[in-house]
């Protein structure tokens, strides 16, 4: 399974390429390692899928699947954060691309509404964890795919990364907890990171932050939940 996600989501690096040298979209990479044996269609639906949000924000996705046995894929940094200086630092400190773990389950330690993590300040390490099981629960309860979740999943997560930041909208994609007018844009394809957020990861990528590249620092957390019952 590891062989065919590297040949499916690498499939449309080519274009993406192209695309960006083209105009001014931004390149992100992306490394992911997974265990969840996912299947193929699934795979292939949710990478096409990430990648329509992603460009919607003028961003294309550069993907590389990763060795399970490196250190990154089980690497998870964290620190709290006690002060607005602090976060400054460490936001700038952070990496610079996004490293995503697929785990076939969450830990038995995680609350049962979490879908995925995301470490916004990680210099090192994963930046975003996804719970697959916690995708397939969410995709029968709603009446979606699992792949049109898993993406918008990792889409949030991604978005936290981006953003540097573990704050969540009221509504929206970034919002922390799915309600029925997030899923129903799930499923007719138009939930995408608002203008605003759009921009700020975008001037991130593009190094206008405000930052100087130095050393590395540590993370903070934030989760994607399910709706309250």
Known sequence: MGQL???????AVVSDWASAER???????VTTYSDAGIPAYEIIKAADTLRLIFRQSDINLEWTVGDLSADEATLVVSTNIVSPEQERVLACRARRDIAIRIRRAAPSST???VL???QPF????LN??????RIVAVAAGQELTNADVLAHAIAH??????????????SGLMSGVW???????IATGNMFFAPDESMKMRLALDGEDGCSRTAPGGTSLSVLQLPAR
């Open 116 to 118: 995925g993590v995301a």
């Open 5 to 11: 996600f590297i040949v499916l989501l690498l499939g």
């Open 111 to 113: 609350r049962a509404s």
């Open 128 to 133: 975003v964890q996804i719970y697959y099981d």
């Open 179 to 185: 309600r029925a007018r997030e899923y129903g844009r």
């Open 23 to 29: 105009g001014k979209t931004r390149r992100l990479h």
């Open 157 to 170: 997560e991604m978005g936290h990364v981006l953003l540097r930041s573990t704050a969540h909208r009221v």
């Open 122 to 125: 990680a210099s090192r390490g």
